[in-house]
């Protein structure tokens, strides 16, 4: 018994470190491959000059705004979407609708992604060019509504998980109070469920973030810096998926490793200041 | 008696011929029996169709051949085979000196192709200059009503930097002048039809080989982007389409890119809507 113990021990002990490994490792190989370029003025170049490799300039930035400005919004249209749907599951609970929703949201994790690129450039985009009669409607806005019908159902069902464990006796006592549905959302139900509910945004950041063929589809991918929710924009996973086909001597190869290794840190501060949010809780 | 062996005669007349006539039909695809090799094939999105389409008749002549296709862009394909990943890299321009030189690449040329600019088949405006074209790519030109169009903007899509399609419309169409960074980019022919198609204000550029009915070839200095006029010589953005191969092609590589200048190769190709490289 204490020899099984122990193996299966050490068997998990060993998948956590491997997967930890591989993320360290990762990281390792991009800085690697960059070193011969990572130099402070180069640095300075791609974070100041436009992208133009027919004029040897080889700026990033416009993409890291990109990446930015569509994973954010895609939270920000996404939450309040989700927000009110797990609530619908899990708490108002109306017979045979929540569970069919539940069910619907658990099949919606299942589509592919080149799905809903699909669904965005036959039926939003020109949909977006005609309401605001401005620009292809390959933009940040439509891609940044599509990538937040994607990310929905991680969001939903982490939010809904997080409630289901809120303890019913609570519940009850909010309502022998008398109190209303409101004030049993955000006094008892958000408090008690941030923490699980942030792992979630989390998640589903990550996921806006890396997220390539969306972007790559309706998000226009043009090159220079946005300048409203319209403009076509490029975000990095894009940037990496249409240059990845340069000649591996050339500057724009090189470029690929330094977008990947801004797109990481990026997520990675997303991610920290997500969990720096915990110690404080819902303001 | 008698008859009955003039009819087995007739059966075995017939028997001949209907065989005779197999094999005529077959003739080209003969060289590929007993193979039972893959063939990877990535690159130049102009390819595809008739990649597809040879490939779709070897495989049903001898169903032990397996051939991929894959898209990517002419960079890929030069860069895929140069680096071994696949057989044949595609490319829809001539590799550089250097690539050919780098990797050791032997190119077969095997149609020619033109590239047109396109709009949507709704748009009004469906003649431009070449200035004028210049001036839309580098953003000089902004708005359709400019050019006799409808009051609205120009929504410029081009392809990314690695597409053989971008080169050849960038040195001849535009005589190598910019494309404006606020253009859309796409990543493959398909994808640059299916934009255009669905954007009545757009201005793309694609394979002459990929125009339909979905899209409207821009006449460029009165010229219309066709088979015919690019057959002639009178359209000037052309370009050839190539198949490349680290060192020389040999066994069903070879094979196969003898097939694309076969008599059956080359009707493949008229009917993707290329000209045959003679």
């Known amino acids: 018994m204490d020899f099984q113990d122990r193996f299966f021990r050490s068997l998990f002990l060993g998948a956590s470190a491997l997967s930890a490994l591989v993320t360290v490792a990762v990281l390792c190989f991009m800085v690697l491959l960059c070193l011969p370029v990572l130099k402070l003025d180069f640095i300075r170049h791609v974070l100041t000059a436009p992208w133009s490799p027919g004029q040897g300039q080889f700026g990033i930035l416009p993409m890291m705004a990109g990446t930015i400005c569509i994973a954010f919004l895609s939270l920000v249209i996404s939450f309040p979407i989700s927000l009110g749907c797990s609530f619908f599951i899990e708490i108002l609970k109306p017979k045979g609708k929540g569970n069919l929703l539940k069910k619907l949201v658990q099949f919606m994790t299942a589509i592919p992604t080149v799905i809903y690129g699909f669904v965005g450039v036959f039926l939003l985009v020109p949909f977006i060019r005609e309401i605001f009669a401005y620009g292809s409607g390959m933009c940040i806005l439509s891609a940044s509504l599509m990538l937040g019908l994607l990310i929905s159902p991680t969001l939903i069902l982490f939010f809904s998980q997080s409630f289901s464990r809120v303890p019913q006796s609570y519940l009850n006592a909010v309502d022998a109070l008398g109190g209303t549905t409101w004030q049993k959302l955000y006094h008892v139900i958000l408090p008690h469920a941030w923490k699980g509910m942030l792992t979630g945004i989390v998640l589903a950041f990550g996921r806006a973030m890396g997220d390539t063929l969306i972007a790559l589809m309706i998000s226009g991918n043009a090159v220079v810096m946005p300048s409203s929710l319209l403009d076509s924009a490029r975000t990095l996973t894009a940037h990496i998926a249409l240059i990845f086909a340069a000649d591996f001597d050339s500057m724009e190869f090189k470029i690929l490793f330094i977008s990947g290794i801004v797109l990481y840190m990026m997520t990675s501060l997303g991610i920290l200041f997500t969990r720096g949010l915990d110690r404080k809780g819902p303001a | ?278």
């Open chain 2, 1 to 278: 008696m008698k008859k009955c062996k003039r009819i087995t005669k007739l059966v075995v007349l017939l028997m001949m011929v209907l065989l005779s006539a197999g094999f005529a039909f077959a003739g080209d695809l003969d060289v590929f029996k007993g193979e039972k090799q893959g063939l990877k094939i990535s690159g130049g999105t102009a390819h595809i169709p008739v990649m597809e389409e040879a490939a779709k008749r070897i495989m049903s002549f001898n169903p032990d051949i397996q051939i991929t296709i894959a898209g990517g862009g002419s960079g890929a394909g030069i860069k895929q085979v140069g680096e071994g990943l696949v057989n044949i890299g595609n490319s829809g321009r001539k590799a550089t000196d250097e690539e050919i030189a780098k990797y050791g690449l032997v190119t077969h040329m095997w149609a020619i192709d033109g590239v047109s600019a396109v709009v949507s088949p709704k748009n009004k405006v469906k003649s431009l200059t070449k200035e004028q074209l210049q001036n839309i790519y580098s953003g000089k030109i902004t708005q359709w009503k400019d050019l006799g169009g409808e009051d609205r903007a120009i929504n410029m899509y081009t392809r990314d930097e690695t597409s053989g399609t971008r080169e050849v419309f960038w040195e001849k169409g535009l005589n190598k002048g910019d494309i404006s960074g606020k253009a859309n980019v796409v990543a493959s022919n398909g994808a640059m039809k299916s934009a255009v198609a669905n954007d009545p204000y757009a201005v793309g550029y694609m394979s002459v080989g990929y125009l339909d009915e979905s899209v409207a070839p821009v006449t460029l200095e009165g010229v219309i982007p066709s088979i015919a006029t690019v057959k002639s010589g009178e359209y000037k953005v052309s370009r050839g389409l190539y198949s490349n191969t680290k060192g020389e092609a040999t066994g069903i590589v070879k094979k196969f890119i003898d097939y694309l200048s076969s008599a059956e190769g080359k009707k493949i190709v008229v009917e993707k809507g290329f000209i045959p490289a003679e």
